[in-house]
């Protein structure tokens, strides 16, 4: 193992996640790597997730225990702020790898110098890994800003959490998770990481996602701060999208919300930002909603 510059950071961020975390580790360690590190920093966890760590003894695995809980987005920035690999790969501590994809997410990044940011598509499953549905994100090799502008114009998540993605360091100097963000914090990290690079998918399931009682995204879910972050978001990498907005704002109209939309300091009503679009350009925008059950989840699926 190379303890001065590993090629690889996984990167694993818990709290509370004990009776998970052994699967976690043991799927990485099912990869076949030896050039990498895995770093665990615990959120000043309850449980006893520092016991199951030290029972370990796992030569790869760094542990860090905050004195204080710092939030699951600053938690994961301390994860960032302690990898030194290359290549960057977070997991979730409640997830677990498919065997292959660690390797496969690597040769990718390691033989097309364009690609920023490799993802996977997933399994997703109960609480006791039993399989429920494979969900699907955007296929293949793209530009970033063709993903950015998909995302954002279908106000939906085609690239995946943090457990689908592995990305080349290099791309992400000075990036951060944004605590601000509740919901689509993972989504705005992507976003800036492929405004640097190109984006691809190994088009095959990556990990199994567990769904369970504390599943971060399954709590306390707020439709309308998921239409503000997501015109927060487009006001951030594409203040003037027309296309973009009409989307915002028959998603207020969906949910029931009214107000002005704020694009960029400045004050749009729904109603503008629908006129602002050409019948072409809402014809598009109409099928990028008419996507299979099983594609990328729409932002009323960040409820479930």
């Not at 409640?94 to 399994?123: A, E, F, H, N, Y």
């Not at 027309?242 to 004050?267: C, D, F, H, N, Y």
């Amino acid at each position: 193992m190379n303890t001065v510059s590993p090629e690889l950071s996984i990167c694993i961020p818990t709290y509370n996640c004990a009776q998970y975390l052994s699967a976690a580790l043991e799927s990485v360690m099912r990869q076949g790597l030896t050039d990498f590190e895995i770093i665990v920093v615990d959120n000043a966890s309850t449980d006893n997730t520092e016991e199951v760590i030290r029972s370990l003894n796992n030569p790869y695995l760094k542990y860090f225990r905050n004195s204080s809980n710092l939030g699951s987005r600053e938690n994961g920035n301390r994860c960032l702020e302690k990898a030194s690999g290359k290549y960057i790969k977070f997991l979730c501590a409640d997830d677990v790898l498919l065997d292959g994809v660690l390797p496969q997410q690597l040769d990718i990044l390691r033989t097309s110098s364009d690609v920023c940011l490799v993802t996977s598509d997933l399994i997703e499953t109960d609480e006791h890994l039993h399989p429920q549905k494979r969900v699907h994100y955007l296929p293949g090799k793209r530009p970033g800003r063709s993903v950015i502008s998909t995302c954002l114009t279908g106000l939906s998540n085609y690239i995946g959490g943090p457990s689908n993605y592995m990305y080349r360091r290099a791309c992400a100097d000075g990036i951060k998770v944004d605590p601000k963000y509740r919901f689509i914090s993972d989504l705005k990290f992507c976003l800036q990481i492929l405004q640097r690079g190109n984006y691809a998918n190994i088009n095959r399931p990556g990990y199994l996602y567990r769904r369970h009682a504390g599943t971060d995204t399954a709590q306390n879910c707020s439709m309308q701060i998921l239409v503000e972050e997501f015109e927060s978001l487009i006001s951030e990498f594409d203040a003037w999208n027309p296309l973009a907005w009409m989307q915002t704002a028959r998603l207020r109209r969906k949910a029931g919300l009214s107000g002005p939309i704020k694009i960029a300091g400045s004050v749009w009503s729904p109603i503008r930002a629908m006129k602002a679009v050409a019948p072409l350009r809402a014809a598009v925008a109409m099928r990028l909603l008419q996507r299979r059950e099983d594609a990328a989840p729409t932002i009323a699926q960040y409820c479930r």
